[in-house]
């Protein structure tokens, strides 16, 4: 059976091992990188969360290798802050991991009307 393996900075990871959730640490995006290529590979990656600074940080290679179908889903874990330092749009993580799974970006009317 599939696991979930989470990539986080140290400083996050406690919580994530608390939740009972496979951890690996990494300092930055080229440290990240290095632990994704180790998790892949193994006989069986699963789905691999990244903190999302690390994911956008990775290299143009990298973006190409997980845009890719594979046996493997390599998702962004959102990174707790918006770009203004204020809490990310509603639904906005959501957005990406819905595009990411099913290769299609969906939107979602912010004031719920169905119109």
Known sequence: MPQVTVIVPPELAAGYRLAGVRTE??????????VLDRLLAGSDP??????????????????????RPAGFLVTALPGGRAREGGPAPAGESLRELLARAVGYEFTFDPE????
Do not use: K, N, Y
């Open 25 to 34: 640490t990494a300092a930055d995006a080229a440290a990240a990188g290095r």
């Open 46 to 67: 699963g789905v691999i969360a990244m903190h999302a600074p690390f994911l956008h940080g990775l290299g143009e290679r990298w973006q190409r290798r997980l845009a």
């Open 112 to 115: 719920g009307s169905a119109g």
